[in-house]
């Protein structure tokens, strides 16, 4: 790789890493803090829903302004985000930097950074490489992911043994979101100029930079934002505060979990781009997405802590196979010049979609006899994306497809 693509892979590993930590620890940071179900599942969403009003406008411009500078705007929105959080318990205060900066309840992307990445690495890779870059791309992210809620596991469990209190050690994680936000904007700044792409009379802000894909790129989006709302019913601040209530499980053991969940999704997406290779983009993205869902809707019907967990370990070996595929197929099927908007238009699409669902799922989950219901309904409506995607897509593989 060049050592632009490098610098984005490294990129790629500090954000994930910041993700992974916050992830574990959000829902029970603000629990500590004194938010009751309802606030948290608000806030929540207004995280994600500030998120995709910023991405929407900074993606479909990055062309015009810049990758670069864009990808470091998102990094000084991590910064401002971190350090409110860290600062002050006032709801009002939260909801204002929940709505306007980049926090990842999910420990998934938000923000422009995914979109522009990928995009930035349409144009230092060749194509026929791009389905595996992209699936070593998340893989890198997953383990990073699977480091950062593990070391936060280990950070937090060590700070409360020594007589530190819930909130103040959890306190130090979120400090320590704004700091890799700081990180990335230093790793940003060491990216070149080869990355840009100047913009054409066609791609402009005002069309959601798109053109001869606007139909196409529309409903990968629209099918993306069912996907991404199931799969925010259950995101993991919200798994994380089921297996706590469910089976007690504390900060250390969630990070062991979700550190394993992690690696095993970093695997599942490699071995996504030797399926693809075999058997064609849609094809790997829908038949490995499909038993993953079913797995989803088990977890809460097991009735002991250890069958819970090896059923989600289950479901993340093989649940992120349609993410460097969903990758690849997007930047395929739209030119060149389209690549940051298309990337940013279906990025927003399922951070939209996911961030209306913890309104529903959060105060659900909080009350024993209703928090199946989310598990049930997200892997029911990841089911129903499935089938419509393969219907829809089927006959359009990528130009690299080997069943084209």
């Not at 019913?233 to 979700?258: K, M, N, P, T, Y």
């Not at 790997?284 to 809460?300: A, E, G, K, Q, W």
């Amino acid at each position: 790789m060049t050592r632009d693509a490098r610098l984005l892979f490294g990129a790629r590993a500090v954000r994930m890493f910041g993700y992974g930590s916050l992830a574990v620890i959000l829902a029970l940071y603000l629990t500590a803090a004194g938010l009751d179900a309802p606030s948290i599942g608000l806030l929540l969403s207004l995280t994600l829903v500030g998120d995709t009003v910023i991405s929407l406008w900074l993606t479909t411009h990055a062309d015009a302004i810049g990758r670069r500078r864009t990808l470091m705007i998102g990094g000084l929105l991590m910064v401002a985000a971190g350090i409110v959080f860290a600062s002050t318990d006032v709801f009002a205060i939260l909801l204002l930097a929940a709505t306007i900066g980049v926090l990842s309840p999910s420990g998934n992307e938000v923000g422009p950074f995914l979109a522009v990445e990928q995009a930035s690495l349409s144009v230092v890779i060749p194509d026929r490489r791009r389905t595996s870059i992209f699936a070593w791309y998340n893989l890198v992210g997953s383990v990073a992911t699977a480091f950062g809620a593990l070391g936060t596991g280990l950070l937090v469990g060590g700070l409360r043994a020594s007589g530190m209190g819930e909130l103040a050690a959890d306190r130090i994680v979120i400090l320590g979101y704004a700091v890799v936000g700081l990180a990335l904007i230093g790793v940003f700044a060491l990216v070149s100029p080869t990355i840009e792409v100047p913009p054409t009379e066609d791609s402009i802000a005002r069309r959601l930079g798109l053109h001869r894909s606007r139909a196409i790129v529309l409903r990968l989006a629209a099918l993306f934002s069912l996907d991404a709302f199931a799969g925010g019913l259950v995101i993991q601040s919200l798994l994380a505060l089921w297996f706590h209530d469910r089976f007690g499980v504390d900060e250390a053991a969630l990070g062991a979990i979700f550190f394993g969940a992690n690696i095993l999704a970093a695997v599942s997406a490699l071995a996504a781009s030797r399926l693809a290779a075999r058997f064609g983009l849609i094809n790997t993205m829908v038949f490995s997405h499909l038993p993953s869902n079913v797995l989803l809707i088990l977890v809460p019907l097991m009735p002991v802590l250890p069958l819970a967990v090896l059923v989600l370990l289950a479901r993340f070996s093989i649940s992120q196979m349609d993410v460097p595929t969903r990758q690849s197929y997007t930047m395929a099927v739209v030119d060149p010049d389209e690549r940051s908007a298309a990337a940013g238009v279906t990025g927003i699409a399922r951070t939209t979609g996911a961030a209306i669902a913890p309104l529903i799922s959060a105060p659900l989950i909080a009350i024993p006899g209703l928090a199946a219901i989310p598990f049930f309904l997200g892997g029911g409506l990841k089911i129903v994306y499935d089938l419509l995607l393969y219907r829809a897509f089927k006959a359009r593989p990528a130009p690299e497809d080997p069943l084209r």
